[in-house]
């Protein structure tokens, strides 16, 4: 519930928001300089001022209307009326629109708005994040800890201390405005209040004591990381996770059917002979493992040793369990994923706009209920778009302007969103950068770019690639002989070819600067890449000079064959798609370090103390736990995989998520620890399994997608959905800014007395490819809303 004040000296507005009488007043209102008194029993609210009249707007959040005396309960005496709150609580409606987060989290009252603010702003989005990262880092310090970070008790105590008040402290600020009611509401942050009690607890009994104990809730640390305002994408990724788990539950219990089925069979078919059938629970373990691939044919010899016609049972298994159903559980997680993904696009639609629709009436003053003039604007762009410069500022206004008014109306405001993600630049903006410069610098930069421009530039330069990559093949087939690491490494990398192959590479990186510019240049990601796998060879031949052993230098010699996968358009659209899940995979790899995190503390705290050298005796699991140490040569190296720290464990879990194996792994902890241990390996195949799937199709579906949108959009088609152009009439500017100091800072960038055009350009991402593809569902969507909305 918004209590953001503005000025007025009348009455509830139509609509329900108070307004101020005039939007074109002092930015602020102390309340030194203004008396509020409120009446409980209407909703009318009389305030004295030595400057103007004034009243709260309160702006409704909840899709019913709500009386002031239902949702604000002031009392009387003196309250801050402060135009820079305003804004910065709209701001805070649109973020929440663009980050899917929930509108009824407002402050009810207006002495709990200061504490809204402060929690909402970059300061502490980032102390929330490092606090959060802090207490994931923790884990290094604490016992059993990483050597080189351990740390005594009466020291990472203190920090985890300080780190949890930090994270207390926000969440006592959430009190402040929304109850206790409320919080019960959001599951979220009810489930962070829980875990923070619980670890507040647990850490002064460790300080009390001085001595670590058993710790499992140290594994849900990573919950305050997912909570910080940095991390929405993540949140989306797992509410995605979520929503597809019906699909993948319901094919889990079926292939668990026939894991259970051929278990039972080959119990009662193979226990006489076969060791990995000796037992219903052996049955069982071995079928699973089998569904991995990772015992077979292992598993099997046995069996077909006795009979060749028991490879059936076998064969059997894997066609109908591996091969039909896990494939059908990606088809059908496929689907669901499709499906949540439109679903997820028409609600993140709907929520921005929602989230403008809130902003704006917040915004405007009674006198102008439906126009934002660019006063109010430009003071919300401070706290919305920061990054934004003036000129930027005044250029997307008049692209929202499309009615040439003078001021937005509630549809035009809408559009803020996409008016945020254009980079703007001026029209003459393509003239070339060197057209002012030095006579001689024009013109060696008017013939490199004559050059650069002509097809048979790039055709020479990828010929040179391909020659680098012969003659690569040719130092390393001739280092097979000599079989010295150092001169291999030197041959490779430090030889005459090497160089000549740079310096060609360099040139053209070179030439392409002086044509375009060194800031125009690197805007490309290919030019960037190119510039990089150039100058590092050489880097590459000097580190070898001075350290013959260094040989991870001998890598950046091929990356510029990777600039040859451009030429074959499959390869461009798998480079595409890549590029289009980028935001993706931060998000899936953040779930999976996350998952990592929690099952490595898990792991930890059960099987941390278990010295697992020359273990199993026995078992057929021995062989892989040997240790026998002869002149210096270890025999046996399984029992490396251990959960002595943070750092082995997430290698150990990382072994058993490739699958090559695992078995080993856990029959090694069922034989040392207790059978039961195989419970926990089981859960994170299943959890890296669930969230893998995920992945595979989400890729599917931006492949698809990809393909999709290349056939529907030609390339002139996407050029203009990505520009945009904007002419600025300084005349125009005056009638709509009133601030002249503000008219003097655009003078050096507009034409004083006529036009001004700008183009500007947004970004290539998924969001703006899918707003074209959907462009007709996205208007059916919001006709729809507005439609329901009214009714």
């Given at each position: 519930m918004s209590v953001a004040n503005k000025f007025s000296g009348a009455a509830v507005a139509g609509d329900g928001y108070r307004r101020f009488n005039n939007d074109l007043m002092s930015n602020s209102v102390r309340s030194s300089d203004v008396d509020v008194q409120f009446s409980n029993d209407q909703n009318t609210a009389k305030f004295s001022s030595k400057r103007t009249s004034a009243f709260l707007n309160s702006s409704h959040v909840a899709d019913t209307e709500i009386e002031l005396n239902n949702c604000c309960d002031y009392g009387g005496g003196d309250a801050e009326i402060d135009w820079e709150m305003i804004y910065h609580e709209a701001a805070i409606f649109l973020e929440e629109g663009q980050n899917n987060e929930k509108f009824d989290s407002h402050p009810h009252e207006s002495e709990a708005l200061p504490s809204y603010?402060?929690?909402?702003?970059?300061?502490?989005?980032?102390?929330?994040?490092?606090?959060?990262?802090?207490?994931?880092?923790?884990?290094?310090?604490?016992?059993?800890?990483?050597?080189?970070?351990?740390?005594?008790?009466?020291?990472?105590?203190?920090?985890?201390?300080?780190?949890?008040?930090?994270?207390?402290?926000?969440?006592?600020?959430?009190?402040?405005?929304?109850?206790?009611?409320?919080?019960?509401?959001?599951?979220?942050?009810?489930?962070?209040?829980?875990?923070?009690?619980?670890?507040?607890?647990?850490?002064?009994?460790?300080?009390?004591?001085?001595?670590?104990?058993?710790?499992?809730?140290?594994?849900?640390?990573?919950?305050?990381?997912?909570?910080?305002?940095?991390?929405?994408?993540?949140?989306?990724?797992?509410?995605?996770?979520?929503?597809?788990?019906?699909?993948?539950?319901?094919?889990?219990?079926?292939?668990?059917?026939?894991?259970?089925?051929?278990?039972?069979?080959?119990?009662?078919?193979?226990?006489?002979?076969?060791?990995?059938?000796?037992?219903?629970?052996?049955?069982?373990?071995?079928?699973?493992?089998?569904?991995?691939?990772?015992?077979?044919?292992?598993?099997?010899?046995?069996?077909?040793?006795?009979?060749?016609?028991?490879?059936?049972?076998?064969?059997?298994?894997?066609?109908?369990?591996?091969?039909?159903?896990?494939?059908?559980?990606?088809?059908?997680?496929?689907?669901?994923?499709?499906?949540?993904?439109?679903?997820?696009?028409?609600?993140?639609?709907?929520?921005?706009?929602?989230?403008?629709e809130l902003a704006f009436n917040l915004l405007v003053s009674k006198d102008h209920s439906k126009q934002l003039r660019f006063k109010q604007f430009q003071g919300l762009m401070k706290y919305f778009a920061a990054e934004k410069c003036d000129r930027d500022i005044v250029i997307?206004?008049?692209?929202?302007?499309?009615?040439?008014?003078?001021?937005?109306?509630?549809?035009?405001?809408?559009?803020?969103?996409?008016?945020?993600?254009?980079?703007?630049?001026?029209?003459?903006?393509?003239?070339?950068?060197?057209?002012?410069?030095?006579?001689?610098?024009?013109?060696?930069?008017?013939?490199?770019?004559?050059?650069?421009?002509?097809?048979?530039?790039?055709?020479?330069?990828?010929?040179?690639?391909?020659?680098?990559?012969?003659?690569?093949?040719?130092?390393?087939?001739?280092?097979?002989?000599t079989f010295d690491l150092k001169s291999s490494a030197i041959a490779f990398s430090g030889s005459w070819d090497t160089l000549l192959f740079s310096a060609i590479f360099i040139l053209e990186a070179l030439c392409k600067m002086l044509a375009l510019g060194t800031s125009h240049y690197f805007k490309s990601a290919w030019n960037t890449f190119d510039f990089c796998a150039a100058v590092l060879p050489v880097y590459g031949f000097l580190s070898l000079l001075v350290w013959p052993e260094f040989y991870y230098v001998v890598i950046f010699r091929p990356l510029k064959i990777f600039r040859l996968f451009k030429i074959k358009k499959?390869?461009?659209?798998?480079?595409?798609?890549?590029?289009?899940?980028?935001?993706?995979?931060?998000?899936?790899?953040?779930?999976?370090?996350?998952?990592?995190?929690?099952?490595?503390?898990?792991?930890?705290?059960?099987?941390?103390?278990?010295?697992?050298?020359?273990?199993?005796?026995?078992?057929?699991?021995e062989d892989f736990y040997q240790f026998k140490v002869s002149n210096g040569t270890a025999l046996g190296y399984y029992y490396l995989n251990t959960f002595g720290n943070i750092a082995i464990s997430c290698v150990t879990l990382f072994e058993l998520t490739a699958v090559n194996n695992w078995f080993i792994v856990m029959n090694g902890y069922a034989v040392v620890v207790h059978p039961m241990a195989r419970f926990y390996f089981i859960m994170f195949y299943l959890f890296t399994m669930i969230v893998l799937t995920i992945v595979v199709a989400s890729i599917l579906d931006a492949f698809r997608f990809r393909i999709q949108y290349k056939r529907q959009t030609t390339k002139r088609d996407e050029e203009k959905m990505l520009h945009e152009e904007v002419d600025l009439r300084w005349e125009e500017l005056l009638i709509w800014i009133q601030d002249f100091q503000f008219l003097e800072k655009l003078r050096p960038e507009l034409v004083v007395g006529g036009t001004t055009t700008f183009i500007g350009t947004r970004p290539r991402s998924r969001e703006v490819l899918q707003s074209r593809m959907y462009c007709n569902e996205i208007e059916s969507w919001l006709r729809d809303a507005s439609t329901k909305e009214n009714d």
């Open positions: 603010l402060m929690v909402h702003n970059k300061f502490y989005y980032n102390l929330d994040l490092f606090t959060s990262i802090l207490l994931l880092a923790l884990a290094l310090t604490e016992d059993p800890a990483v050597p080189a970070f351990k740390l005594p008790v009466y020291i990472h105590a203190p920090i985890e201390l300080i780190a949890l008040i930090v994270i207390g402290v926000e969440l006592g600020m959430k009190l402040q405005w929304m109850g206790w009611l409320t919080i019960l509401r959001h599951k979220r942050t009810m489930i962070k209040g829980v875990l923070l009690a619980v670890m507040l607890f647990e850490v002064f009994v460790l300080l009390i004591r001085q001595t670590p104990h058993y710790r499992v809730t140290r594994a849900l640390r990573p919950i305050f990381l997912i909570d910080t305002h940095c991390l929405g994408g993540v949140r989306r990724f797992i509410r995605q996770i979520f929503q597809s788990l019906p699909p993948i539950i319901d094919m889990l219990i079926l292939i668990l059917f026939f894991i259970t089925l051929y278990s039972i069979l080959g119990f009662f078919l193979f226990s006489s002979h076969n060791h990995n059938f000796f037992s219903p629970y052996n049955s069982f373990v071995s079928m699973f493992v089998l569904l991995t691939t990772a015992n077979f044919p292992d598993v099997m010899m046995p069996s077909y040793a006795e009979s060749r016609w028991h490879s059936l049972f076998f064969i059997s298994y894997l066609c109908i369990v591996l091969y039909l159903l896990m494939n059908l559980m990606l088809a059908v997680v496929y689907e669901t994923f499709t499906t949540i993904e439109k679903e997820k696009i028409k609600k993140l639609i709907l929520h921005k706009h929602k989230g403008s997307i206004f008049k692209y929202l302007n499309t009615s040439d008014s003078g001021f937005l109306n509630k549809d035009e405001f809408s559009k803020i969103y996409d008016a945020v993600i254009l980079r703007w630049s001026p029209q003459d903006a393509n003239i070339p950068w060197f057209h002012a410069a030095w006579m001689p610098l024009q013109t060696t930069c008017q013939a490199a770019l004559t050059v650069s421009s002509k097809m048979y530039f790039d055709i020479f330069f990828n010929v040179m690639i391909l020659l680098n990559g012969i003659a690569m093949a040719h130092r390393a087939f001739y280092s097979v002989d499959r390869y461009r659209d798998i480079i595409g798609t890549v590029a289009l899940l980028s935001p993706l995979i931060k998000s899936a790899l953040t779930v999976m370090l996350v998952v990592y995190y929690f099952f490595a503390i898990i792991g930890m705290e059960l099987f941390g103390g278990y010295d697992m050298r020359d273990c199993c005796k026995g078992t057929v699991v």
